[in-house]
């Protein structure tokens, strides 16, 4: 551990599912030159099964502890930007650990264009009901304050490229003295 109050040079992404994350974190990892991991995909990894199968045999409650499990350990890295999944910030021992050991960015995006980038995909359980566009603006309005409250910084993902995206986050995280050096 160092011995300053900086915080790790690790940064986080949070927010609801479709906002972007793994897209996003993919290409920041990749300009900062930093590890990218998707907790959601790290966890599917050591469970040999995908996030659908986890709801279906432990339901949401056994894979929340899985997400915990996995945002502890791997928010204790160094030099790792981590997509979480849309409901991380749920539980209070990963928002502590997520805002200690790092800058959380949190992706936003509207309702709308939420549901756009996620009506077609199968493997987000808590979209499989009968009207998925009410199920996003429900979990947004539930899980907002918990993202606000962990953010040390809010992007908007709506609209524009996901280059314009990183463009921003990076002038930000300049702001905050983080990643000085010249990156792409």
């Known amino acids: 551990m160092s011995h300053t109050s900086e915080k790790p040079e690790n940064i986080f992404l949070v927010g609801p599912m479709g906002s972007g994350k793994t897209t996003v974190g993919r290409q920041l990892a990749k300009t900062l030159n930093l590890e990218f991991v998707d907790s959601d995909h790290e966890i599917e990894r050591r469970t040999g099964t995908t996030i659908p199968v986890i709801f279906e045999v432990e339901g949401e409650t056994g894979f929340r502890e899985w997400e915990r499990d996995v945002i502890d350990e791997l928010s ?79 992007v908007d993902t709506g609209e524009g490229s996901v280059r314009g995206v990183i463009r921003q986050l990076l002038s930000q995280l300049r702001r905050r003295g983080l990643f000085k050096e010249d990156v792409k």
């Open 76 to 154: 204790q890295r160094r030099g790792l930007v981590l997509a979480t999944g849309g409901g991380a910030v749920l539980d209070a021992d990963s928002r502590i650990h997520l805002r200690l050991r790092g800058t959380v960015v949190y992706l936003r995006a509207k309702t709308e264009q939420l549901y756009q980038r996620t009506a077609r995909d199968r493997n987000r359980p808590l979209l499989q009901t009968a009207d998925p566009r009410a199920r996003i603006a429900a979990l947004i309005e539930a899980r907002d304050p918990l993202y606000r409250e962990v953010a040390d910084i809010i």
